[in-house]
């Protein structure tokens, strides 16, 4: 299995750094779909079975992604030939200015999260593509956002954040994004300085104040992209030599070649400070454990984070390891574009074998619900609450592109498993025993009274009604019971 540079330095830096705690085996079935839910971006036909047979050795490899198959996605990414260009390459071929390739990098992610093996791996990477946002597609990263995907977010999503946040500082995606391109001694812009303290690091109330704000413009002035190339370069004739201080870090007046090396020690000091290590615990507490996370648990994660380094990796293990992680089943929503994506991994359907099979309908399809990959427009990323995503427009939005994956209706290229293969063998034999039995396969759960009662209501059946082997309910009228349960509360628990 030959393995990505990103995947291979991934891999050295979790051997080294991630020894830790174990889940608390053995679990039950609920356990597992809970840890399935948290953990991937869907149940898949057999997955809870797989996770079920070795819970530790299945977490384990997700935490170590580089150990695990995932030839089958590679070879769906491998369709999109644009995103494997460099950044001159994407400047010199084409028209210049074309979206195509941000258009490609929609499309390649959507189908990771589909259909990767490396679940986490994509949870993760989806994670910190919206805490280190640069919006895609946007004219500003036309050329070069495909490459921050590779190089930032993927290269570090399991490494280390110093090093991730240094990366995305030096990026012409994000120097770009945030305007710190344009920023010069005689004109500081201050758009990055404020949003890397804000956003990526120690967060609006760790005290920098304006003050900080503009000392930090001033020290990243001389960070920018070459035009011709489009890729980073340091431009010592637009860095401001003079002192800053801010947050316990000092630089004093120096010389213009110092500037970069001034710029990365600003930008290691706020990975590890105090606040930081907090505001990103409390982050992946609220993706991972509840919108309004616990703070003991939060404090440990902390700890964690800058006893480690500022590694990802152990901070993940506790935070899965942890009682509250454990306690917290159900209590976090899926948001629109997870639960589309939950759909289509339910289904089991695969990308059709000719030209990019179905997968760039998908793609267009979240744009429909609302939750398009990676294009939020502000910086702060995508919202990882419920409440921001309450909306019957959105809702019916997601209703119905789910429907259409289950139906088959669209996209029509995908390869689809049979529409009985969702049904046991043997066929039960009353309609309540079928409702119960779509219901575990699509939830992962037993039914509620709820479920079950307005289920048996849709078919018009009462639970002893004999089913029988030719009933529409099992034929021709099968997926629209399946969508219907797809389409439900339940299937959107988190």
Not at 91 to 118: H, I, K, P, Q
Request: proline share 6%.
């Amino acid at each position: 299995m030959a393995l990505s540079p990103q995947l291979t330095a991934l891999h050295a830096r979790i051997t080294r750094y991630s020894p830790g705690a174990s889940l608390p085996l053995p679990l039950d079935a609920a356990g597992v779909r809970h840890l399935v839910r948290r953990l991937t971006w869907g149940e898949t036909p057999g997955l809870l079975e797989e996770v079920r047979r070795d819970p530790q050795a299945w977490f384990e490899e997700q935490l170590d992604p580089a150990r695990i198959d995932d030839s089958a996605c590679d070879g769906y990414a491998a369709r999109f030939t644009k995103v494997r260009r460099s950044i001159t390459e994407v400047r010199t071929t084409g028209s210049f200015g074309n979206w195509d390739t941000m258009f490609e990098l929609g499309m390649v992610t959507t189908a990771r999260y589909a259909w990767s093996r490396r679940q986490l791996l994509e949870v993760v990477c989806d994670f910190w593509s919206n805490h280190l946002n640069a919006t895609c597609p946007s004219s500003d990263v036309w050329d070069n956002r495909h490459d921050y995907d590779a190089t930032v977010i993927r290269r570090h999503a399991l490494g280390s954040f110093e090093e991730m946040l240094v990366a995305s500082a030096k990026h012409p995606a994000m120097l770009r994004y945030l305007d710190n391109a344009s920023s010069t001694r005689r004109a500081p812009n201050e758009n990055y300085a404020r949003e890397v303290m804000e956003l990526h690091t120690v967060g609006v109330g760790a005290g920098y104040g304006e003050e900080g704000v503009r000392a930090a413009a001033r020290v990243f002035t001389g960070l920018t992209v070459d035009d011709k190339s489009g890729t980073y370069r340091y431009d010592p004739n637009r860095h401001d030599t003079s002192a800053a201080s801010l947050l316990g870090w000092s630089t004093p007046a120096h010389a213009a070649a110092d500037g970069e090396a001034v710029a990365t020690s600003l930008l290691r000091h706020l990975a590890r400070h105090p606040a930081t290590a907090t505001a990103l615990a409390r982050k992946l507490a609220v993706r991972f454990v509840a919108d309004d996370p616990p703070a003991s648990l939060v404090s440990r994660l902390a700890d964690v984070y800058t006893r480690g380094g500022t590694q990802v990796v152990p901070v993940l293990r506790a935070l899965f390891t942890s009682e509250e992680f454990w306690a917290s089943a159900q209590e976090k929503t899926r948001r629109p574009l997870e639960g589309f994506v939950a759909a289509v991994r339910l289904t089991g359907s695969t990308p059709g074998p000719d030209g990019w099979g179905g997968i760039d309908d998908l793609y267009w399809q979240t744009r429909e619900v609302g939750h398009w990959p990676l294009a939020w427009a502000p910086p702060n990323g995508y919202p990882d609450v419920a409440a921001a995503w309450r909306s019957a427009g959105a809702t019916m939005s997601r209703w119905n592109e789910s429907t259409k994956v289950v139906h088959g209706w669209w996209p029509n290229k995908l390869v689809r498993r049979p529409d009985r293969s969702v049904l046991p063998d043997p066929l039960p034999t009353t309609f309540g025993a079928l409702v119960d039995a779509l219901v575990q396969r699509l939830l992962g759960r037993p039914a509620t009274a709820t479920e079950r009662s307005a289920l048996l209501a849709f078919t018009e059946h009462g639970a002893g009604d004999a089913l029988r082997a030719d009933d529409q309910w099992v034929g021709w009228r099968l997926n629209t019971l399946v969508s219907t349960v797809v389409n439900s509360p339940g299937h959107m628990e988190r």
